[in-house]
């Protein structure tokens, strides 16, 4: 062998001074003497484009990640040469370009703060045994500053001083340090001086982000191919951040179903029919609601996708139907392998069609799978996609399941070390043929985007529901997701309240974990605190691999089945709540979970919290993460919020003790909140809404509130048929004001509201209802008022004097 390590390994390479400048509408085109190329796009005031080529021109710009609904444009581009650098002003951002290395600097354009700046900048490697370039970035990190995000990451939610990769992964059983998980969501948001900003390193190569671990000062990024380009956000608020990710990656498409947001049961695998039958009448039974049965890959016949063991589900259709009649929605697997199998149809047409992705030399992608060995189709053909999303017809529109959960799609293969296809083979990537050092990132990603397809396409007119495991940057727009393989231990409690708030914080909201644990067995303590928490994760789904017994809310004891009913109840009383957060998240991006740093980044003390979240806007909970509690401290962030329970007042701003015994967990609604409630119900829809409860927090001073309600299906409310109601409360010492304004042409089911108020520091002497003095009958039940009024109201005055 001839080793050369002078060609292996020139070391890293930078940018010379810049000599040619050209500006191309928003592009802006920086060109160095040694034929590096920064292209740099003003996409929006505070949102830059940074791309870099070493070689004088650009590849094709196509990416899976950003979607074509993003918004675009700004006020002010203002570009001035000067001594050292070129200055590029919007309304939002300054941003220097030095003339001799090309660093960047990046200032807050109306109070000069800089907010972000290249150390070493961008700088490449070659890399001799693949071709093209390890692409990389370093910027300046300094001290205070704190780094989020990163998708499903398992460790403290700020990632100062660690380093990760991104290499969508298989990782049954892993624990708080195992990198990388099941997805891959290159995006951070950076939060420094009070001022938050993010990064996305949109690139689908196996990347890696080191948060001034290596050196105390410098925060890099790094991938093993493709281009150095990157997104860059700026606030400074961190929920804007977020927002503005959200929005270039995508929203949802639509909003779930109602029942997607209820509660799911799964296991690996309940069957026969019989067993299928057992588990959901035993929920009927015991009153406890749930909306989703979850069917694992042993429904198939010998793990083929899209085919029925007949000796277990004898007549599938008719079992989803009756299933259905009780209010359970079916949801099946279905994974990427497909069994090579020469008798088998989907197997046939794919070879036929050649759908199934290959290896460098021509040869077929084989490996072993559940069902043992496998092709797999290649999802990043636009062409195998369509196939793919016609395969559900039967499934979805004959036999009338009606979600799907795509699994293994990262995609993991067994018995090989390392756990996936080899980098040799091909993929299509939408006509930009690479290899699966490219594709692998997004193969789950454009898997569930076909499943998607073909449920949107056979579930019309009602909204389709997928789950997928694996994920890159922009996957929220298809599907919803979990964290993958658990265990049913504490920490794995604590793991999963991070990863929850994480995905929230990296654009993808619908997310929840298995809960109980996947692998292991949990006692009946840890099942119901995990239970707790689940009610707030916006994907609410116990799963088991059932090799260590049951995990059913019943497979525990009495009290355990007592208080699993009591959590799982609140859910459903709350859904009107979650659906409207829900609402905001895909209208504007909103993150469903806020972690206290981004519900107030402000406060210092909030950077390193990791247990406490806001769920939707108002409502703060946080699990209690130990066996054996009866309580736990938390941190309440500013202001006044009401214990749940107690409705005792506390002010935030400070640590404490709150009580929380096994039938109890902390939760908090913000003051002047006005939180809307459904009755309890076994499933979505068993009953008709007739009243809405509104949980009124009395505040003294202002705070705004929404409900949204559609038909809670179907995409009439695409057409303006939805309706959503503003509240905004005034309280006094002596009165309370509650204005409503509505939108929308949605008629709802609920014609009036019954307002229940918390903490009024008076009794009502007097009603008023729009202008008009009404008569009412106000009950008084543990110090909580109650009052029925019409729907419609704009204006509500409640007089009221000391008691
Ligand atoms: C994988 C999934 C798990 C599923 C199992 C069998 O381990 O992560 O959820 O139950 O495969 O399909």
Redesign the pocket.
């Known amino acids: 062998m001839i080793v050369n390590t002078e060609l292996e390994n020139k070391g890293n390479l930078f940018p010379s001074n810049i000599i040619d400048f050209k500006k191309d509408v928003d592009k802006l085109y920086f060109t160095a003497a040694n034929d590096v190329i920064l292209e740099l796009t003003v996409v929006r005031d505070s949102l830059l484009r940074f791309r870099y080529t070493t070689v004088g021109n650009f590849d094709n710009d196509f990416s899976y990640a950003i979607t074509k609904y993003a918004s675009i444009g700004y006020n002010k581009l203002e570009i001035e040469e000067k001594k050292e650098y070129f200055e590029i002003t919007t309304s939002k951002l300054r941003c220097e370009i030095s003339k001799d290395d090309m660093r960047v600097s990046i200032y807050d354009a109306k109070d000069g703060t800089l907010i972000n700046q290249d150390e070493s900048g961008f700088h490449w490697e070659e890399s001799y045994e693949y071709g093209g370039n390890i692409v990389k970035m370093s910027k300046a990190s300094n001290d205070g500053e704190s780094y989020y995000g990163l998708g499903d990451k398992p460790n403290h939610l700020n990632l100062k001083g660690k380093r990760y990769s991104n290499w969508a992964t ?1 990782s ?1 059983a892993y624990g708080k340090d195992t990198d990388p998980l099941y997805k891959a969501i290159p995006f951070y948001t950076g939060l420094h001086h009070g001022k938050a900003y993010g990064i996305f390193f949109d690139n689908t190569f196996k990347s890696s982000f080191d948060f001034a671990q290596e050196r105390r000062n410098v925060t890099s990024f790094w991938a093993q191919g493709g281009e150095m380009n990157y997104y860059f956000f700026y606030g400074p608020k961190m929920n804007d951040v977020v927002e503005s990710y959200t929005d270039l990656t995508g929203k949802p498409h639509h909003l779930p179903p109602l029942w997607a947001l209820g509660f799911h049961q ?1 296991k ?2 309940y069957y026969p029919e019989s067993k299928v039958k057992e588990i959901t009448s035993t929920f009927r039974k015991l009153k406890i609601p749930c909306d989703a049965i979850y069917l ?2 042993d429904y198939m016949e010998g793990f083929r996708c899209f085919t029925w063991n007949k000796e277990y589900f004898p007549d599938p259709k008719r079992m989803v139907k009756e299933l259905l009649d009780d209010g359970f929605k079916t949801v099946a ?1 279905i ?1 990427p392998g497909i069994k090579i199998d020469k008798e088998y149809s989907v197997f046939k047409e794919a070879l036929e069609k050649d759908y199934f992705c290959k290896r460098a030399d021509g040869d077929y992608m084989k490996g072993k799978v ?1 069902p043992g060995e496998c092709y797999f189709p290649d999802f990043t053909n636009p062409e195998v996609r369509d196939w793919w999303s016609g395969l559900f017809k039967e499934l979805i529109e004959d036999i009338g399941v009606k979600g799907v959960w795509n ?2 799609n990262e995609p993991a293969v067994m018995e090989v070390p390392n756990k996936t296809f080899p980098d040799d083979v091909r993929h299509d990537y939408d006509g930009n043929p690479c290899s699966h050092r490219k594709a692998h990132n997004i193969y789950g990603m454009q898997m569930a985007r076909a499943t998607y397809q073909g449920l949107k396409k056979y579930s019309y007119p009602k909204r389709p529901f997928v789950i997928t ?1 694996s994920a890159y940057s922009g996957t929220q727009r298809y599907t919803s997701t ?1 964290t ?2 658990n265990v049913a231990t504490w920490e794995h409690l604590w793991i999963a309240n991070i990863q929850a708030q994480r995905m929230a914080m990296s654009g993808f909201s619908f997310a929840g974990s ?1 809960i109980g644990g ?1 692998a292991e067995q949990p006692q009946g303590e840890l099942f119901t605190r995990w239970i707790q928490l689940g009610i707030f994760h916006p994907f609410f789904r116990v ?1 088991s ?1 059932g090799d260590h017994g049951d995990q059913e809310p019943w497979a525990f004891d009495e009290d355990v089945t007592d208080i699993v009913r009591k959590f799982i109840e609140i859910r459903y009383q709350i859904l009107p709540y979650l659906y409207t957060a829900f609402w905001n998240y895909v209208d504007h991006g909103t993150p469903l979970l806020k972690s206290l740093v981004l519900y107030d980044q402000e406060d210092v003390q909030t950077h390193y919290r990791t247990d406490e979240f806001i769920f939707g806007e108002q409502i703060l909970a946080c699990p209690v993460l130990e066996p054996n509690a009866k309580g736990r401290r938390m941190y309440i962030p500013k202001g006044n919020w009401y214990n749940f329970w107690t409705n005792e007042i506390v002010k935030g701003g400070k640590e404490m003790w709150v009580d929380a015994d096994i039938d109890s967990m902390p939760i908090f609604v913000k003051e002047g909140a006005i939180i809307p409630k459904y009755p309890i119900q076994q499933y979505v829809g068993e009953k008709d809404i007739t009243e809405i409860t509104l949980d009124v927090y009395y505040k003294e001073g202002k705070e705004e509130s929404e409900l949204y309600s559609d038909a809670n299906d179907g995409f009439d409310y695409t057409k303006g048929r939805y309706s959503l109601r503003n509240f905004s409360l005034r309280g006094k010492a002596n009165e309370l004001i509650i204005n409503q304004y509505k939108e929308g042409k949605y008629i709802t089911t609920y014609e009036t509201f019954n307002i229940q108020f918390h903490g009024l520091p008076f009794d009502i002497v007097e009603v008023q209802l729009d202008n008009e003095k009404i008569e009412h009958k106000s009950l008084k039940v543990n110090d909580i008022t109650s009052i029925v009024v019409h729907k419609n109201f704009s204006e509500l005055h409640i007089i009221g004097e000391k008691s």
């Open positions: 298989d049954y799964c690996w695998s694992d890959i697997i994974d559940w699994d293994m495991r979990w993958g393989d298995d996947f799963h691999s």
